[in-house]
C-alpha cells in the first residue's frame, strides 16, 4: 500500500495545547472527528486533561457534576488500602470485580482549525464539554457525518453508568442541538453512512460485550437516525490476524462504485492497533464483500509507536477529494497525524472475505 505520511507529523500533540482548567496538563490531543467546513480543514480533537497533584503520592480523579455544573476532584494517597493506582488511566475499588470507579483525566471536544489540511490552530474553548449526568468521566471520540449543510456528532458519552454514545447535530461548529443518547452501553466506535439506504439511515456500532462473544462490528438502522434498531453482526474477529483481539469503526463510510468502503481499526490481543478494510454491498450493507488480510496502515514511524499508548494507529476520519483520501488518525493515543493514500490502491488491496 502506497501511504503518503504528511512531514508535519505528528500534526497535533499535547504540547500544542493549552489546558482548558488551571492546574491541570494535558496528557492527549487524539482520535479527531473530521469534517470539511468551508475552505476549513476541522478536527474534532479528543483532548484530555489530568490533574496536577499536590504531592508525589496524591492521584486526582476529575469528575463532572451534572447536578451543580461544576468540575469536582477527588484526591486519593497511593497508599489507600482500598484502591488499585496500578494503571495510571484509572483508578479501581478492590472489591469491585469489574470496571474502575474514576478516570484520572477528563476528556472533552475541541476544534483545531487548518486552510492547507497541514497546519493547524485551536479554539480555546471546548466545542463539546460535559453537559449531563452520561457525561461525568468526560466526551471522547467524536465523529462526524454530513447530510446537506448539517453536520451530525456522535460521540463516546463516559460516567458511572458506563460507555454511551450521543448524538449532536450543527450548522457552524459554534453551537450544537442535543439528539440524546443513540446506543445504549457499552458501545463504542459508531459510524453513521453518510445518506439514506433503501429508505434506512445505517450506522456501525461495536458492542463491548462482558461476557458471551467478541469486541466485533454490527451493523443498525434506523428511520431517523435516533431510533436504531435491526441489529446484524458484520464484522468479527479474525484468529493469528491482525485483528485477533478486537475491531471497531475507524472513518464514515465512503461510497464508491464497487460498494460502500469501511475503514477500521483492528487489534492484536497485545493491544497492537493497525487499520483494515472491508467492502459492503451498496444496496444491503449487511453483505460483506471483501475484506483485507493483512493492514493498510500500521505503526511504523516513531511516533506512532512511542507515546501514552505505543503501536497504534487509529483512523478518525478522511476529506476525499476523487481517488485520494486524506486521512487523519491518532498515533499512540497521544496526538494527531495525516496521511494520503487512494481508494483504488485500498480497493485493489481486498481480497475475498473468509468469516
Known amino acids: 500500500m502506497n501511504i503518503y505520511r504528511y512531514e508535519e507529523n505528528p500534526l497535533i500533540t499535547p504540547l500544542d495545547v ?8 494535558v496528557i492527549g490531543a487524539f482520535n479527531g472527528g473530521v469534517a470539511k467546513y468551508g475552505d476549513e480543514t476541522l478536527l474534532l480533537l479528543r483532548v ?13 480523579a476529575p469528575v463532572y457534576d451534572a447536578e451543580n455544573d461544576e468540575l469536582i476532584l477527588h484526591r486519593f494517597d497511593v497508599s489507600d488500602p482500598d484502591y488499585d493506582f496500578e494503571d495510571p488511566r484509572m483508578i ?50 467524536a465523529r462526524v457525518m454530513q447530510l446537506g ?15 454511551t454514545d450521543a448524538l449532536v447535530t450543527t450548522t ?14 457499552e458501545n463504542k466506535d459508531v459510524l453513521l453512512f453518510p445518506e439514506k439506504i ?14 458471551i462473544g467478541e469486541l466485533d462490528i454490527w451493523l443498525a438502522s434506523s428511520p431517523d437516525l435516533k431510533s436504531w434498531g435491526d441489529h446484524k453482526h458484520l464484522l468479527g474477529v479474525r ?51 471483501r475484506r483485507t488480510h493483512t493492514p493498510i496502515l500500521e505503526p511504523e514511524a516513531d511516533y506512532e509507536k512511542n507515546g501514552f499508548f505505543g503501536d497504534v494507529v487509529f483512523a478518525c ?21 495525516g496521511c494520503e493514500l487512494k481508494i483504488s490502491d485500498i480497493l485493489h488491496q481486498l481480497e475475498v472475505e473468509v468469516k
Open 18 to 25: 493549552k489546558p482548558f482548567h488551571e492546574g491541570f496538563e
Open 48 to 60: 484530555a486533561e489530568k490533574p496536577i497533584p499536590s504531592h508525589e503520592n496524591e492521584v486526582v
Open 92 to 141: 479501581r475499588r478492590k472489591d469491585k470485580l469489574e470496571g474502575f470507579s474514576y478516570l484520572t483525566s477528563l476528556s472533552y471536544i475541541r476544534i483545531a482549525r487548518s486552510k492547507d489540511g497541514h497546519h493547524f490552530t485551536l479554539d480555546e474553548k471546548p466545542f463539546l464539554y460535559p453537559f449531563n449526568e452520561y457525561q461525568t468521566f468526560g466526551i471522547e471520540d
Open 149 to 163: 449543510n448539517t453536520y451530525y456528532v456522535n460521540f463516546s458519552a463516559v460516567s458511572e453508568f458506563g460507555v
Open 172 to 185: 457552524d461548529f459554534e453551537s450544537y442541538e442535543y439528539l440524546g443518547n443513540i446506543f445504549a452501553p
Open 198 to 211: 433503501n429508505g434506512k439511515y445505517y450506522a456501525l456500532h461495536r458492542p463491548s460485550l462482558k461476557s
Open 239 to 289: 484468529p493469528d490476524s491482525y485483528d485477533s483481539g478486537r475491531v471497531g469503526g475507524g472513518c464514515t463510510p465512503i461510497k464508491t462504485e464497487q460498494g460502500w468502503l469501511i475503514l477500521y481499526h483492528g487489534a492484536t490481543k497485545e493491544h497492537r492497533y493497525v487499520m483494515g478494510a472491508a467492502l459492503l454491498d451498496l444496496s444491503d450493507p449487511s453483505i460483506v464483500l
Open 317 to 337: 476520519g478522511v476529506i476525499q477529494e476523487g481517488d485520494m483520501l486524506k486521512m487523519y488518525y491518532g498515533v499512540a493515543d497521544t496526538s494527531m497525524a
